[in-house]
């Protein structure tokens, strides 16, 4: 086992292992070690660091980098994310990988310092115009972030999209034993600009939307065939199941074998790509099963919407789904024991 | 002798053209091209190519022949 | 005594333009500096939103359209990590002074080695001709009907006296497309500021005056007029601002 590192900081030396050579962005609380470490260790290995004037200017200084075919990466919180969304949709859109991390932290507008999931809607729907999607990735450890990561830049390269790196506040800031992965080549993919213009643009007027959301389908119904990532256990014969990402998952992970000591027949899915969602996951879980349980670190519950509509597409449309959310931190294994015994009390009505 | 090309489904019809012509040498048609616009002529008599069309025109309707 | 004079490739189509707009000019005085100094095979364009977009289709050069204001950040990134290509941000004042101000000016106060030309037509062209930082007092507009009233919306932006008065900066100008004597003159402030980029001298920007017939309800003389008699005696200089040190 590695050392132990301050989750931050390994997600910012995964970056560099993972060939990225760019940063730009913008300080924010739970986020801003990333930034800080990476202004000395991308001058160490001669990439480009950029302290932006704004959050909007980060975001498209990575849409310059990216545009050149350097692997990119900025990170932020909140409402930096919120001020992000047009580069995002604009990314997508070009069809440009970068990487956007968001250290979630709970609260709408300004929000708080707390840790939280309340991003999950946006993250996975996309806050800005139009109808792409990004793939959003969501660790539960250290050991799983600096992983992921590598696999971010490799998915955005792979699919021409934006991967949304998808953390709580909390795994920034917390530290654990690590492996960091090694050192890997620097590329630049090929489509990048090179001032000769070597790879045609279609102009924007001859652009044809019909033929492209055609095109744009199909890639995200192949991301959506092929890289659906989870964590899962005990659902081939649970009486219920557990759905719970991030540190919360594993707070669920943990209840649930003390639950199955106890004799309760539970089931945990974790998932780790939230976009595309694990549907494959729910195939696997007991035909027999009575209900689906989120646990999550928000107010108004918003993994138990894809939870729902994952129910309906693979099971039966009337397993209920219940949510209690938890608003902020993480929740103990203590807690999603109550909300277990809430739900098979009746106490807690389903939400679907 | 023309030393001067035209490429009159260009034209905007703005008239740039013609106003700074120091000869006077270019005119309207009474043609129009593709987009609507009656399209600059050059009187080539009268014309001395020195190149001021080409330079004020915004849509690169001029080409001026350099001596051979 | 003819000289040869043919539209660089790069720019030989058709664009959108109105009749009688500067744009048409800037962007072949543009190309033509390129070819000039053997850069028009290594050029990467940041392109504005508004009447810039326009050069859509009709610039076959790497480019990207950047989000509205933001082309001083995308040029920014462009040039960092491509050093060795002609990055070039081409932006009307609307772009580039009212939702781009923060980047525009960030841009020039990092003295990043870019060259940004503004084509300035004292109103938000594209859109149909709404007040921009560069209108006129007193100038009418689709929202300053009754003429631009200054002490309530400020008076309009000077960019390239700001950047070459406090920031360290490489090359400040301004130049309008009115006579063929101007046009050639700007043509000269093109080209210093594409030389500061490529001897990595740091920040190049050039201000561009142009006429607007549309929005200004004139033919492209009367705006030629407007600007060599109104806009550039009373407000808008043409020259240099911060010349090239040790040329």
Known sequence: MGDMIKGNEAIAEAAIRAGARFYAGYPITPSTEIMEYLSGRLEEVGGTFIQAESEIAGINMVIGASSCGVRALTASSGPGISLKQEGMTTLSDEELPAVVINMVRYGNGIGTLLTAQCDYLRETRGGGNGDYRCIVLCPSSIQEAVELITLAFDLAEKYRMVSVFMSEGALGQMMEPCDLPKMQEVKRYGWGFDGKYTNKLIGIFDRDSMKESVLMNEKYNKVKENEQRWESGYVDDAEYVFVSYGLPGRSTKGAVEQLRAEGHKVGFIRPITVWPFPVKAFEEVNPNVKGFITIEANATGQLIDDVALTIKKVLRADIPAYCNPHVYGIPSMKTIKEDYNKVISGEMKEVY | MQKVLTKPDRCKQCGLCIASCPTKSISFSEDINKDGYCYTMIDHEKCIACGICYTVCPDGVYEILGDK | ?247
């Not at chain 3, 790497?62 to 941000?89: E, L, Y």
């Not at chain 3, 101000?101 to 080695?113: C, D, P, S, V």
């Not at chain 3, 932006?157 to 101007?182: C, D, H």
Request: glycine share 12%; charged share 20%; aromatic share 6%.
């Open chain 3, 1 to 247: 005594m003819a000289k040869a004079k043919k539209v660089p490739e790069s720019i030989d189509r058709l664009m959108g333009f109105c009749p009688g707009c500067g744009h048409g000019v800037v962007i072949r005085l543009i190309a033509e500096c390129l070819e000039e100094l053997g850069q028009d095979k290594n050029v990467i364009f940041g392109i504005g939103v508004g009447c810039s977009s326009l050069l859509g289709g009709g610039l076959e050069t790497d480019r990207r359209h950047c989000s509205h204001g933001r082309a001083g950040a995308v040029c920014t990134g462009m040039k960092r990590v491509n050093p060795d290509n002609i990055v070039i941000a081409y932006q009307g004042d609307g772009d580039a002074y009212s939702i781009g101000l923060a980047e525009t000016t960030a841009a020039a106060y990092r003295n990043e080695n870019i060259t940004v030309f503004i084509v300035n037509n004292t109103n938000y062209g594209m859109t149909g001709g709404q007040m921009s930082h560069t209108t006129m007092p007193g100038q009418i507009t689709t929202t300053s009907p009754h003429g631009r009233n200054c002490d309530v919306t400020g008076y309009p932006i000077r960019f390239p006296e700001l950047v070459a008065s406090q920031f360290n900066v490489a090359y400040s100008a301004r130049g309008s497309i009115t006579s063929p004597a101007q046009i050639n003159n700007a043509k000269k402030y093109i080209k210093n500021a594409l030389e500061a980029q490529i001897n990595h001298e740091g920040y190049s920007v050039v201000e561009l005056l142009s006429g607007c017939p549309t929005n200004w309800g004139m033919s492209a003389m009367e705006a030629k007029t407007r600007i060599d008699e109104d806009l550039t005696p009373s407000y808008y200089p043409v020259g240099e601002f911060k010349a090239r040190e040790g040329k």
